[in-house]
């Protein structure tokens, strides 16, 4: 099945930052989403991005699925920001199941 | 995008007894739905796939005996453990999708406590 990998694991960053989080997988994709998980455990989504650039509000995405990783990016932090971050990828070889990364927990600090 | 509601968001089980989760598409129908599990600070696991009106489909190592999965309609999904042990206490979570629907969305997860 495909691995998927995000760094860094943990981040810790004074209010006003800015950070990049990184996923990478293991084979080619026809899904990529980033999640955010809030401190009551429900997933928001935050992307749907195969491929190309998103950008929504402070945060944007972008995902080269040639080279097999995304990245997330987070401008001027927030404390709302923190949480844990989730990268999930699918093909429809793996039956279009999403195969979660191990996340990055994200700590924004005033 | 798509609403995903689960229910309960919250249930205490002595051992020995049995739960049932529900899992709704609520603006949509959802042919596929995949129960997860998370365990603290742990990513999320997939345990089943269940597609409306067939046999539900196990990942390696989940006991399908313990953890039955009935989609019996194109809204909903239900996952019962059964004679719960305090071993799956653990934050369970469904998604679904539809045919042609490649992004997935979620419920708010059960957090299950087996005392």
């Known amino acids: 099945g495909i691995q998927v990998e995000q760094s860094p694991p943990d981040l810790i960053l004074q209010e006003g930052a800015n950070s990049t989080l990184r996923c990478n997988f293991s084979?080619?994709?026809?899904?990529l989403q980033w999640f955010h998980q809030n401190p009551w455990g429900q997933l928001i989504n935050l992307f749907y991005i195969p491929s190309g650039t998103k950008q929504n509000g402070r945060l944007s995405a972008t995902t080269v699925a040639t080279e097999r990783y995304s990245l997330l990016y987070i401008s001027s932090s927030q404390t709302t920001d923190s949480g844990v971050y989730f990268c999930a990828v699918s093909n429809m070889e793996y039956g279009n199941k999403l195969v979660f990364g191990a996340g990055t927990i994200l700590r924004v600090k005033s | 995008g798509a609403v995903v509601s689960q229910h309960p968001s919250w249930v205490i089980c002595k051992s020995g007894t049995s739960v049932k989760i529900e899992c709704r598409s609520l603006?949509?129908?959802?042919?596929?739905m995949f129960w997860y599990r998370q365990f603290p600070k742990q990513s999320l696991m997939l345990m089943a796939t269940?597609?409306?009106?067939?046999?539900?489909?196990?990942e390696q190592g989940v006991e399908k005996d313990k953890f039955l999965i009935n989609h019996a309609s194109l809204t909903l999904s239900t996952l019962t453990v059964t004679s719960a042990h305090p071993e799956d206490s653990s934050f369970y979570i469904c998604?679904?999708?539809?045919?042609?629907?490649?992004?997935?969305?979620f419920g708010q997860g059960t957090r299950l406590t087996v005392v």
């Open positions: 084979d080619s994709v026809n899904n």
């Open positions: 998604s679904a999708s539809r045919t042609g629907m490649t992004e997935a969305f």
């Open positions: 269940s597609n409306e009106g067939s046999k539900a489909t196990y």
């Open positions: 603006d949509f129908q959802a042919t596929t």
